[in-house]
């Protein structure tokens, strides 16, 4: 990993047994510590964790036609990873939040990107953009 620092998130979940499927097996994360209220999860390289805790309220803002819900986090993907990933939820029979598409095409800031929720309801936003430099485009 390139030297910047990693960042640490942590989410609630209803159910440990659940994000444990989720996230190690549908997602393919790599299980670190954990505890019978908590699992430590490599996301690429930044420690993301999973705390047992009621569910939150979930509201949403309008994005590109679309309704995105918020909060929600993930991954910028390289594009061949992003539709690796893709094929791999939609061959999972994952029901998208927003199914897999280009945001913004053929403007500043194309990017493919899709929506999900984890067991718990967390959002999930996975991303690629046409062009890598316009990650933080104005």
């Given at each position: ?17 659940a ?13 670190g ?13 930044h420690q ?41 939820l ?12 280009v ?25 690629a953009?046409?062009?890598d430099s ?5």
């Amino acid at each position: 990993m390139p030297n910047i620092p990693r960042f640490h998130l942590a989410m609630p979940v209803d159910d440990l047994d659940a994000a444990r499927r989720f996230y190690g097996e549908t997602l393919g994360l790599e299980q670190g510590r954990s505890s019978d209220t908590w699992i430590d999860w490599n996301l690429h390289g930044h420690q993301f964790v999973t705390h047992l805790a009621p569910k939150t309220e979930r509201v949403s803002n309008p994005v590109d036609g679309h309704d995105v819900p918020v909060p929600h986090f993930g991954l910028v993907l390289t594009v061949p990873e992003f539709q690796a990933l893709a094929g791999k939820l939609t061959d999972a029979g994952t029901k998208f939040v927003i199914e897999p598409y280009v945001r913004f095409k053929g403007e500043r800031g194309e990017q493919w990107t899709m929506f999900l929720l984890d067991p718990a309801g967390n959002a999930l936003e996975f991303k690629a953009f046409a062009d890598d430099s316009q990650v933080f485009a104005t």
